[in-house]
T-cell receptor, first 117, second 113 residues
Framework: EAGVVQSPRYKIIEKKQPVAFWCNPI?????LYWYLQNLGQGPELLIR????????DSQLPKDRFSAERLKGVDSTLKIQPAELGDSAVYLC???????????????FGPGTRLTVL | AQSVSQHNHHVILSEAASLELGCNYS??????LFWYVQYPGQHLQLLLK??????LVKGIKGFEAEFIKSKFSFNLRKPSVQWSDTAEYFC???????????FGTGTRLKVLA
């Protein structure tokens, strides 16, 4: 069975340009997470989806970041416009289940490494 | 607010040495605790987790961790490391009943052959 798929793996853009990242979670996983990982830091949650609903987007900088998961399967994270400080790895993860039953392991994708010049 | 501290940022060991990586968290309620590992060029993957019961949990590849509630700690141990354990290790905590995982800054382990 395929794991969490992310593309692209690497992206280099100039500041003020838009960029989008794509994530396809493990089949059947209702919960999808986007994380930001800066160099030398652990992942930090940006947004969590239960099916197509964004149930926690409190850490998402909404002035420039947006995300969608239209059919409750794959998801896109967008930055527009990108800033130098957005250079980081963007991780997607997925897990089974809904609600607050939390015995479901998160499975992480390989991440997209963004470099903003 | 919850936070997780991993005090060892870089650890270098020789093969067969014993390993202990520290993890402390701050949160007053019931927590679920995790250790994740990221091997070079690979995804983050779960090493072990603690939800309830026996505070000594065993994970994959001979790793174990002990939850000491009074110390707010969840240290990772392995009696004898191998070169293949070279990786970055992240401790994470989640308030029970929630989905928000808080990760530590990670510890880079290098095992010398």
């Amino acid at each position: 069975e395929a794991g969490v798929v992310q593309s692209p793996r690497y992206k280099i853009i100039e500041k003020k340009q838009p960029v989008a990242f794509w994530c396809n979670p493990i089949s059947g996983h209702n919960t999808l997470y986007w994380y930001l990982q800066n160099l030398g830091q652990g992942p930090e949650l940006l947004i969590r989806y239960e099916n197509e609903e964004a149930v926690d987007d409190s850490q998402l900088p909404k002035d420039r970041f947006s995300a969608e998961r239209l059919k409750g399967v794959d998801s896109t994270l967008k930055i527009q416009p990108a800033e130098l400080g957005d250079s980081a790895v963007y991780l997607c993860a997925s897990s089974l289940g809904q609600g607050k039953s939390s015995y479901n392991e998160q499975f992480f994708g390989p991440g997209t490494r963004l470099t903003v010049l | 607010a919850q936070s997780v501290s991993q005090h060892n940022h870089h650890v270098i060991l020789s093969e067969a040495a014993s390993l202990e990586l520290g993890c402390n968290y701050s949160y007053g309620g019931t927590v679920n605790l995790f250790w994740y590992v990221q091997y070079p060029g690979q995804h983050l993957q779960l090493l072990l987790k603690y939800f309830s019961g026996d505070p000594l949990v065993k994970g994959i590849k001979g790793f174990e961790a002990e939850f000491i509630k009074s110390k707010f700690s969840f240290n990772l141990r392995k009696p004898s490391v191998q070169w293949s354990d070279t990786a970055e290790y992240f401790c994470a905590v989640k308030a029970q009943g929630t989905y928000k995982y808080i990760f530590g800054t990670g510890t880079r382990l290098k095992v010398l052959a």
